[in-house]
């Protein structure tokens, strides 16, 4: 079983920064594929970003390339997302996710959910 735990949201204007930490806890979390999905109110979930056990494979939706990155710790329990020029429209509530197939994690059917966390940024 793995436990995860989101931190790092809150509010920034346009343009600003922000970093998402998901930590994860248990025995085997290290061998879970790992990654973000976000959901804005009125809207459905959707897939943001992903990155595999091993850290070196990974994707992003498009409308975020460039702007956020997807990273891994050395000791693979935690999962970052680096959140660059922030935009009005990246407002949500950020998920960490993880499942052992990172095909079931990249279509939203993850074994593991954390609670979210909320990002709200202002024009």
């Known amino acids: 079983q793995v436990q995860l735990e989101e931190s790092g949201g809150g509010w920034v204007q346009a343009g600003g920064s922000l970093r998402l930490s998901c930590a994860a806890s248990?025995?085997?979390?290290?061998?879970?594929?790992m990654g973000w999905f976000r959901q804005a109110p009125g809207k459905e979930r959707e897939f943001v970003a992903a990155?595999?056990?091993?850290?070196?494979?990974?994707e992003h939706r498009d409308s975020v390339k460039g702007r956020f990155t997807i990273s891994r710790d050395n000791a693979k329990t935690t999962v970052y997302l680096q959140m660059n020029s922030l935009k009005p429209e990246d407002t949500a509530r950020y998920y960490c996710?993880?499942?052992?197939?990172?095909?079931?994690?990249?279509?939203?059917?993850?074994?593991?959910w954390g609670q979210g966390i909320l990002v709200t940024v202002s024009s």
């Open positions: 248990g025995r085997t979390a290290s061998r879970y594929a």
């Open positions: 996710a993880a499942d052992l197939s990172p095909r079931m994690l990249k279509i939203g059917r993850s074994g593991y």
């Open positions: 990155i595999d056990r091993s850290g070196e494979s990974f």
